[in-house]
């Protein structure tokens, strides 16, 4: 019997095993590499986006503001806030006047209302290009630099601090903002400050509203308002009235005689037609005030500009002083700028669309 002997199996070399499991490796590299770069160049078109819409928000927010303060610089104010339409045209530094002749015995129009006013008590306008923007008058807010006479119970009891407490907190701010080292009975200097791990006092007024916090025993009463709000009820300018056409509800309430349900009923029967009359505002609410007193209607001049865009990011508080008188023919002055966080209650409140070319890009026809 003839046995026919089969070949064997030939061997596989063990390079080619290394070769395939290095090729497999590579190809694992390779598809790793490839989804790190995609996922990189993914996020880096997003930020460059992102980035993009930023630039273009702020761009919009700055051309907002720089439009905003031509028409302070070339238009009339009136009672009822700035005009928008060229009916009157105005002289360099004519444009804040409030009275009816000028020092050259030139006729100048009244202030009175004309009914399309940019208002300047906080309401809410659309600018350019998503932007928002309100406007409030250093006028109506309250000055704790200057307006403590008339004013100082009024808002004392709207931080609700009772009197017993006034004396010291006066005295506390007096002594932040002298420029001596001499104790007011109740205040506070430079070494009490540091015994109590807090900033010395400056020895000069505050620059900022928020500064405010920074007086000993003050934190704790403002504690009640975010830097936005409390932005919006004070100001640092000499400020020797309160404008009761732009003032808001809780300013108003340190006029004296007046409370929030009547602060309410001011805001909304000056909406209908501003107060151009004291003996009027006094008459109609059976006030405690007379001619005298420092209560006003008309804008001083400067204030402050919130600008929001609806894209996000925080809220832009601007602080502005028309300069028409300055040398060198400076129309208006930025003292400061405040950044804010955003409160998502901006976004819920409606907006109002001004009806000028000037703001055409918001959507006007």
Avoid at 203 to 227: A, C, F, Q
Avoid at 230 to 239: A, G, M
Avoid at 276 to 296: A, H, N, S
Avoid at 330 to 353: G, S
Wanted: hydrophobic letters at 40%; charged letters at 20%; aromatic letters at 8%.
């Amino acid at each position: 019997m003839n046995m026919t002997r089969s070949n064997p199996m030939p061997m596989r070399r063990p390079e080619q095993g290394f070769v395939l499991v290095a090729v497999l490796v590579a190809l694992v590299v390779l598809t790793l590499l490839a989804t790190a770069i995609a996922t990189t160049s993914a996020q880096a078109l997003r930020e460059a986006s992102q980035n993009s819409d930023a630039f273009e928000a702020e761009v919009a927010m700055a051309s907002t503001r720089d439009t905003l303060l031509f028409m302070f610089s070339t238009q009339r104010q009136t009672y009822g806030g700035l005009t928008i339409d060229r009916q009157v045209v105005w002289a360099a530094g004519q444009a804040t006047a409030t009275r009816s002749v000028d020092d050259g015995g030139v006729d100048l129009p009244p202030p009175l209302p004309v009914g399309n006013e940019i208002r300047l008590d906080g309401t809410v306008y659309r600018g350019l290009n998503d932007v928002r923007f309100s406007l409030q008058d250093d006028a109506g807010k309250f000055s704790p630099n200057w307006t403590f006479g008339f004013y100082r119970k009024g808002f004392f009891d709207l931080l609700e601090i009772p009197p017993a407490k006034w004396p010291e907190l006066e005295a506390t701010r007096l002594d932040y903002q002298d420029p001596d080292d001499l104790f007011r009975l109740g205040g506070a200097e430079a070494s009490d400050y540091l015994k109590k791990q807090l900033p010395p006092p400056s020895n000069r007024p505050l620059v900022t509203p928020l500064e405010t916090r920074r007086i000993m025993g003050w934190s704790e009463p403002l504690r009640k308002y975010d830097d936005g709000v409390l932005s919006s009820l004070l100001t640092t300018t000499i400020n020797a009235e309160i404008n009761i056409n732009t003032a808001p509800p809780e300013v108003l309430q340190t006029v004296p005689g007046v409370g929030r349900d009547m602060a309410d009923r001011m805001v909304a029967m000056r909406n209908t037609m501003p107060f151009m009359l004291i003996w009027q505002f006094r008459d109609t609410f059976k006030l405690p005030i007379d001619e005298l007193d420092p209560v006003g209607t008309m804008a001083n001049g400067k204030g402050t500009l919130q600008l929001w865009h609806n894209a996000g990011g925080p809220i832009r508080s601007v602080h502005w002083t028309l300069t028409p008188d300055d040398e060198g023919g400076r129309p208006w002055r930025l003292d400061y700028t405040l950044v804010l966080p955003r409160d998502p209650a901006f976004d819920q409140t409606p907006a109002r669309t001004i009806p000028s070319p000037l703001f055409a890009g918001a959507g006007t026809p």
